[in-house]
């Protein structure tokens, strides 16, 4: 696979990250705000020393142990399935206007499959360019939003703190992505996650504090704030904005999905070269079985058990295990010598 | 090969509005109507004033499936300016409104029955009068966001206006979650918009020893408090004429004085007090008393 810059990592995480923001799926109250920041803090704390002691030989790993490989396939299949699950249960019916969720639904694989087919590259070189719309709409947002923001709404609340810090790690699914991806980038990995985790936080704090304060008790009703919000944030008297939130529910999800896919393919092609052609399809058909048949809570509770596993655990074993193997060899050249 | 790719895209970007549906197959609706007599009853008027025949049904869905059967069109409430509720229906259809069918947020929420109202509509003119009344600093900004943020507040009641007989500008009303409906006096609902948020430039008028005089008022803000389970409200408002200072805290001390008591005797909350109570920690009860002390500084 070719090499992708920085910022396109940093974006294309990002954006994957921010389909999950959309879809946080209740309010636990002001104390949400910190818990996110919390939350990104940990995931800073365990990525920096991680990506330190692994400078870009982990699909290497992979390629060696197939059974890993295997592990990953299905974790990024999993929240790919989430993605769809959320997609379902979230999507207000302005928000997805296509004849039925399942349509929507398949007409979105089809073009995931479309986008996945070009390669990771071409994803990561749109990501950028998807970003500057989703600014564009969430400046929109903040406008619509701004003129029924209610500081009094805001309280300093510690209760609930633990339940946020979970839910946040339970939508970080696309952190494991960071390992697969680290080797396709050059230098300054660490600016890259560094930028990606600061910046989805943000942007959940921003969520949360406009749902918070422009939303008051009308969050609590509907679920789902960030689309509680698009409801209450109409900038405009004579034009809705509903159209920009299309725009921007859909490609969240499209660069989501195709991240996951996107991996599988990367993943699958480094263990078995012939699945080139057809992983992306299979792994596409299997998101939607998969979530067909699992609610997103379910789903996002193995991502979040599986989550510190696949970014802390296996690779602290892996490094251990091959620095314990790089001692051995010395001591064994030196008793030959 | 890029042109031709940059063309093609281009190209369907000009054709997003193409489809079989015209404009003609939609109805625009400028002010909805709902009563719940047994069935809601669901009234509509487009931007050409065009009123249709009332449809019944036993949910929203089935009222505007009805509606579109009715018209031969599809119903889009997207744009809608104004909502009449009366007490039978209340606010409660009002939530699946906005988070399902797309209702404006900014939408006017008018006290009425709709059966009478819809009799002679003038929606433009109406709208018109609330939004002029709400800048002239004589009606507190109220609109659909609002109301049902006050309506599921412990208080359960919601400040809406009201186009009384005889009166050319719009009153106000406290809809209560089981119909009733409690009437606020002119000073309560000049009282009132001091007390809710508000902005501020435009001329109020004084009465003064020398007579008539007017004065501009540049801003107003509200700082809240709560000590020793005491609610205090403090109106700030600056001016441009200083020595009318005076006059004019005296009247908004009064107006202030007199829209408290009234939503005090009510059993409502429109002025925020479960936010302070709950940012405080001290958890609001329906029937809980409540000491607001209110003053007043004119810059």
Known sequence: MSRIHNHQLAAILFLSGAWSVICIP????????????????????????????????????????????????????????????QLWEAAPPQLLPASGKLTASVLIALT??????????????????????????????????WRRVDLSRISLQTDNFLPGIRTYFSLS???????????????????????????KALFCILILFFSITAGGRLIHLNGYPFFTLTALSQPLQGQRADALYILVFVMLHIMHTTLQTGIVEHISEQMYPIT?????????????????????????????????????IIPLILRTRQFLRNIRKKEHSYEIS | MKFLK????????????????????RLYTQAI????????????????????????????????RQEESANGGKVFIGHTELLCLDGTCTLNPAEELLFQNGLSPACKVLYAKPEEYFQTPDNAGLI???????QNGLLSTTELATA????????????????????SVPSLVLLHKDGRCTELSDFAVKGMYWLRRNTGDFKITLQTPDGEQETLIRSCRTEKQIENQKIFYHVIVRTGTPELNGTLQRLIEKQCICAVDEMLSAKADVIGIQELLENAGIKPEKDMPLTIQLSVTVQ
């Open chain 2, 6 to 25: 940059l063309s093609v895209i281009g190209l369907c970007l000009l054709f997003t509005g193409c489809s079989s549906e015209t404009i003609s197959d």
């Open chain 2, 148 to 167: 049902l943020n006050e309506w599921h507040g412990i208080w359960e009641t919601a400040l809406l206006p009201v186009q009384k007989a005889g009166q």
């Open chain 1, 26 to 85: 209740s309010l636990y109250g002001n104390s949400q705000m910190l818990s996110t920041a919390a939350a990104c803090l940990i995931q800073i704390l365990l990525c920096l020393p991680m990506l330190a002691l692994y400078p870009g030989t982990f699909s290497n790993q992979i390629k060696s142990n197939k059974i890993l490989g295997v592990i990953y396939i299905l974790f990024f299949l999993i929240c790919g399935a989430n993605g769809f699950s």
């Open chain 2, 128 to 134: 018109h009068q609330i939004r002029m009344s709400e």
């Open chain 1, 276 to 312: 080139e052609k057809w992983s992306a399809p299979v792994s596409l058909i299997f998101m939607l079985i998969l979530a067909y048949f699992f609610k997103s809570a379910v789903l996002e509770n193995i991502i979040f058990w599986a989550l510190p596993v696949l970014t802390v």
């Open chain 1, 173 to 199: 699914g696309e952190l494991a992505a960071v390992w697969i991806l680290s080797d396709t980038i050059q230098n300054h990995k660490n600016i890259a996650v560094n930028s990606y985790l600061i910046a």
């Open chain 1, 112 to 145: 995931c499959f479309y986008t996945s087919s070009a390669g990771l590259r071409a994803t990561a070189r749109a990501a950028p360019i998807v970003m500057s719309l989703f600014v564009i709409s969430v400046i929109v947002l903040i406008l619509g939003a």
């Open chain 2, 33 to 64: 109507g709902l009563t719940c007599n047994g069935k809601l009853s669901f009234y509509t008027q487009d931007f050409n004033q065009n009123l249709t025949a009332p449809v019944e049904g036993i949910s929203i869905a089935e009222v505007l």
